[in-house]
């Protein structure tokens, strides 16, 4: 959905909406869109800028980094974006802490779609986990432990470090 910048009115714009997004559209390989992602937003200008102000909201099915299960994760997060014309990047010499939130469109037009996708992998965690204390898998069988315990006897440690072990005795 494709804004056309000049025709604006003073008055702005208000969608309220649903996108469609293939999942591989998504920065996280293993996601998946349970649900289309809806999106509520007003765009506004003033003079050149345009700010576009909304929430994006969805349900999105990760694997645990973890445990490797399938887990779902809800998103609803809210945005406040400024876009100014691509001209007033190249005038701008630093970069300030208030224009984080600035971004630049090109020729009189913003795409919508490429905003809320934006967005969306935004809000994606860093290491999807099922639990904040999932904890994670065995290191022998690859059971779940959270699934029950297996009988697999765990090394007290990794044999590779070992050596480096010996080195800290001989220290003390």
């Known amino acids: 959905m ?47 800028q345009v700010r576009i102000k909304g929430r994006v909201s969805t349900l999105i099915r990760f694997n645990c980094s973890r445990c490797l299960t399938p887990f779902e994760f809800p998103v609803d997060s809210r945005f406040d974006l400024v876009f100014l014309p691509e ?17 630049y469109y090109r020729a009189p037009q913003i795409d919508l779609r490429e905003v809320v996708l934006e967005q969306l992998n935004l809000t994606f965690p860093l290491r999807p986990l099922c639990a904040e204390d999932c904890p994670g898998i065995c290191p022998v069988c690859g059971a779940v432990i959270r699934d029950g315990a297996c009988s697999c006897a765990v090394p007290g440690g990794d044999l590779r470090l070992e050596s480096l072990k010996s080195l800290m005795k001989d220290k003390k």
């Open 2 to 48: 494709l804004i056309d910048v000049d025709k604006l009115t003073k008055d702005g714009l208000t969608v309220n909406r649903d996108f469609e997004y293939p999942s591989a559209a998504l920065v996280e390989e293993d996601a998946a869109l349970l649900k289309p992602v809806h999106v509520e937003l007003t765009v506004s200008k003033i003079e050149d």
């Open 87 to 103: 001209e007033f990047e190249e005038i701008k010499e630093g970069l300030e802490e208030e224009d984080v939130n600035t971004l």
